[in-house]
């Protein structure tokens, strides 16, 4: 039997090399996806006429409440939500998987890191139907485009949706704030900013 020669090994022993860094990277990798903790961030906003940028002559006023949950693992303080109740707790992954908002039940994503809005709106007094729900990025007294439409046409009270991590820290971080249109005012009849509170209970392993 002829033995290997030593341009041969040396080949083989690099390509084992970079076998191994590949899968080192690999493994790397996946460990650092699946330990992205979970986390819960709880938002309100009262909304009103008088927040619109030119203030809308309505009595109108409305409460929307939204939880940003991110999948993940550990332990997590998740706030309840009007309208909506867990129904599956979690063994391991530190979060609610299935929610059932205003009987509409669904599953929070898997993957690790993954963010989703939960919202649910109460209003009384607005002049027609919500023709749509919005979320624009700006202060108090200043009026910016739409960053994320939560509904249009016909809305609902509530609803849920995927959204980017930009998406989740920039409304999480008190500079963003809800809108609603209405047929008669279809540029917006109510407005609130939104705010992080702390209201919740814990739930994970």
């Not at 919202?119 to 009026?143: F, K, N, R």
Request: contains cysteine; glycine residues 10%.
């Amino acid at each position: 039997m002829k033995l290997n020669s030593p341009k041969r090994l040396s080949a083989l022993a690099a390509l084992a090399v970079v076998a191994t860094c590949v899968a080192v990277a690999a493994g790397s990798a996946t460990a650092s996806r699946s330990a992205i903790p979970a986390a819960a961030v709880r938002l309100s906003a009262h909304l009103t006429a008088t927040q619109e940028v030119p203030a809308v002559q309505s009595t109108a006023r409305g409460h929307w409440t939204a939880v940003l949950i991110r999948s993940g693992i550990g332990s997590a303080r998740v706030a309840s939500l009007a309208g909506c109740k867990v129904l599956t707790a979690p063994r391991r992954s530190g979060i609610v998987t299935r929610l059932d908002c205003s009987g509409v039940p669904f599953t929070l994503p898997a993957s690790p890191g993954q963010w989703r809005l939960v919202w649910h709106l109460a209003a009384t007094g607005l002049h027609g139907p919500v023709t749509g729900i919005d979320i624009h990025l700006g202060a108090i007294g200043q009026a910016a485009p739409a960053m994320l439409s939560l509904c249009g046409g016909s809305c609902t009270a509530s609803g849920h949706m995927i959204v980017t991590a930009d998406q989740a820290t920039a409304i999480a971080d008190s500079s963003a704030y809800v809108n609603v249109d209405t047929t008669a005012h279809p540029s917006g009849e109510i407005r609130g900013q939104i705010m992080k509170t702390t209201i919740g209970f814990i739930a994970g392993r």
